[in-house]
């Protein structure tokens, strides 16, 4: 069993920055795949990000390509996401997730545990 508490969401203004952390609970985050999703009003949720149990590989959607970055510390057992140069489309609810396939992909049916969100809001 894993459990998963965001934070870092907040009011920011377009061009600015965020970053958020996910906090895990469990002895073998480390073995997990993570990533991070997002949804906003009257909007799917989708995927923005995913990094292997090892850090070896990540994934970004393409819109946030070369604005954010999916870091992790397993010894902290913590996963982040930078956010850089942010637009008013990044306004979501933020969800971290875990899967137990250490190198999960995109699709948030391959994750098992999610956290309850954070929100980021994107003032134009």
């Known amino acids: 069993q894993v459990q998963l508490v965001e934070s870092g969401g907040g009011l920011v203004q377009a061009g600015g920055s965020l970053r958020l952390s996910c906090a895990a609970s469990?002895?073998?985050?480390?073995?997990?795949?993570m990533g991070w999703f997002r949804q906003a009003p009257g909007k799917e949720r989708e995927f923005v990000a995913r990094?292997?149990?090892?850090?070896?590989?990540?994934n970004y959607k393409d819109s946030v390509k070369g604005r954010f970055t999916i870091s992790r510390d397993n010894a902290k057992n913590t996963v982040y996401l930078q956010m850089n140069s942010l637009k008013p489309e990044d306004t979501a609810v933020y969800y971290c997730?875990?899967?137990?396939?250490?190198?999960?992909?995109?699709?948030?049916?391959?994750?098992?545990?999610w956290g309850q969100g954070t929100q980021v809001t994107v003032s134009s």
């Open positions: 997730a875990a899967a137990q396939d250490s190198y999960a992909g995109r699709k948030s049916v391959d994750y098992t545990y």
């Open positions: 469990g002895r073998t985050f480390g073995r997990y795949g």
């Open positions: 990094i292997s149990w090892n850090d070896s590989s990540t």
